[in-house]
């Protein structure tokens, strides 16, 4: 019996858990200084100065390590984190290196205003039809003891892009400030709806109006820790 | 994709014991697919020139197909096709348009293609390892002074198609001028092929004045006589260039050359085809 629980004991430690113990595993959310303090002029080929006063976003299944979180609720990402992002959950795992990193960014709700030469336009706009990412370009290696740190980032400029195809896209607002159609300095998602979308390039996908360019444009910000991509795919 | 993909692919395939066979075939300019047809405004369009720039081919093999239902097989966060489920109707899918496929055959370089005046001619021999084919990708390119005549018009641009347009008793002369980003991809062209090592084909590198699945013709919604109004003289002219280089472009011709440009960036309208030499 006693030469039993020696071996069991032996063969258990042969585990990589045994053998490299265990740390944390910590996922959070960034916005970056886009989302957080707003797209300044100079990054923006036409002038528009953007800020966001709202940058909602809902992160569902989110996995990392073999391990799902709880979904986190509605994170606004326009709340200052010097940098650090905003925590959505953390799990106890194995100590090693994962890559299996997946979530669902499910719903988009951005407020906010752009601004130049003295004329301002807000908008308030929601982006609800999921988008899985996974196969993400990223490691995460979670130490014996000690956290492990996975972010979720949001580029809120890629909202803007007049390209859905170029490497090298330009941020621009005209456009956008345009479809004010009924010049109310609201620019709606009907009115997106209802105006073309000129010089931007979509592509090889079928869209000729303001909004549904956004709504494809708004499924490419998720990323992770920082410039990572992921393979991408809409939901329903 | 990743340009010098095909180079990475031989190279990993040359560690394996056997080298993966591979033919070279000429990829010519297929002048075929332009055809004197109507728009849907009645317009029927007749070419008397059409010429592009583009270069570094790339052939692929699998990838994603242009189909809404199989489109959450994945694309990459930073490209544009993105998101094809969300936009693209299924009913009127392509078949054979498929992205993101594995690059398997190749023909670097920059060509200037005329497809009226020349039809046939070699732009060069494609490398392409044995399989089977089912797109192509190409980058749209502006044309230099160096691989043109001097006052050649297509100079620093990416295409020129012009014709006449002729509706009853009215025939207006049309210029479109395109000029595309640069470094532009067009990918998914179809390509549907098997290549095989006893293949003793050429390639056919074709432009489509309409679509060949939907039936959309290029110049659909362009009413030439609104424009031919629209410019400032009835004179059964009509000239579309990047608004960029003429701010003062009346609006109306802005929105045709925006939707003349996004129609012709599309992989709607180009097919590459294997064709007996």
Redesign the interface.
């Known amino acids: 019996m006693h030469r039993f629980a020696i071996l069991c004991s032996s063969l258990i430690c042969l585990l990589p858990a045994c053998a490299m113990g265990e740390g944390e595993v910590e996922v959070r959310a960034w916005g970056e200084a886009y989302i957080e303090e707003g797209i300044p002029a100079a990054a923006v080929s036409d002038g528009w100065a953007i800020e966001f006063s709202r940058f909602e976003v809902e992160l569902t299944d989110i996995a990392i390590a073999g391990v799902e979180l709880d979904d986190p609720g509605p994170i606004d990402l326009t709340v200052a984190s010097e940098g650090e992002g905003q925590a959505l959950g953390r799990a106890s795992v194995p100590a090693d290196s994962y890559d299996d990193a997946a979530f669902t960014l499910a719903r988009v709700s951005v407020e906010g205003s752009a601004s130049k030469g003295g004329e301002q336009l807000g908008f308030a706009w929601t982006f609800a039809t999921p988008v899985d990412f996974f196969e993400c370009e990223t490691t995460t290696s979670v130490p014996r003891d000690a956290t492990g740190v996975f972010q979720i980032t949001i580029h809120a400029d890629h909202l803007f892009y007049d390209s859905l195809v170029s490497e090298t896209p330009n941020i621009r607002f005209d456009p956008i400030a345009a479809a004010d159609l009924d010049g109310d300095g609201m620019i709606t998602q009907a009115e997106l709806a209802a105006t073309d979308i000129g010089a931007y390039d979509p592509g090889n996908l079928p869209i000729d109006d303001l909004w549904s360019y956004l709504v494809a444009l708004a499924a490419t910000m998720g990323h992770v820790d920082g410039e990572g991509h992921c393979r991408s795919s809409a939901e329903g | 994709m990743q340009r010098g993909a095909l180079a990475l692919f031989v190279l990993t395939l040359g560690c394996l014991p056997s080298e993966a066979p591979r033919v070279e075939l000429a990829l010519v300019v297929d002048g075929s697919g332009l055809a004197t047809s109507a728009t849907d405004l009645g317009w029927t369009i007749e070419f008397e020139q059409v010429r592009m720039a583009i270069g570094e081919l790339e052939f692929t093999t699998a990838g994603e197909v242009?189909q809404a239902k199989q489109?959450?097989?994945?694309?990459?966060?930073?490209?544009?096709?993105?998101?094809?489920?969300?936009?693209?109707p299924s009913a009127h899918a392509h078949p054979g348009?498929y992205?993101g496929g594995e690059v398997i055959g190749e023909l670097p370089g920059a060509f200037v293609l005329d497809f009226i005046a020349g039809e046939g001619a070699e732009l060069g021999k494609a490398t392409l390892i044995v399989g089977e084919y089912t797109a192509a990708n190409f980058l749209f390119r502006r044309a230099s002074a160096d691989e043109l005549e001097p006052g050649d018009p297509l100079t620093g641009h990416t295409a020129i198609l012009a014709g006449t347009a002729t509706q009853g008793e009215q025939a207006i002369a049309f210029t479109l001028v395109i000029d595309s980003?640069a470094?532009?991809?067009?990918?998914?062209a179809p390509f549907e092929a098997t290549i095989e090592e006893q293949s003793e084909v050429e390639l056919g590198f074709q432009w489509l004045s309409a679509d060949p699945y939907e039936g959309d013709h290029f110049f659909d919604g362009i009413d030439f006589a609104a424009l031919d109004a629209a410019d400032g003289a009835v004179d059964q002219v009509v000239i579309l260039i990047d608004?960029e280089r003429d701010p003062a472009m009346p609006a109306a011709l802005?929105?045709a050359y925006?939707?003349l440009?996004?129609d012709f960036?599309?992989?709607?309208l180009f097919d590459i085809v294997t064709r007996e030499p």
């Open positions: 242009h489109a959450s097989g994945g694309a990459w966060s930073n490209a544009g096709a993105v998101l094809l489920g969300l936009v693209l348009h992205q980003p470094d532009r991809q067009l990918v998914g608004p802005v929105d925006d939707n440009r996004r960036q599309t992989h709607d």
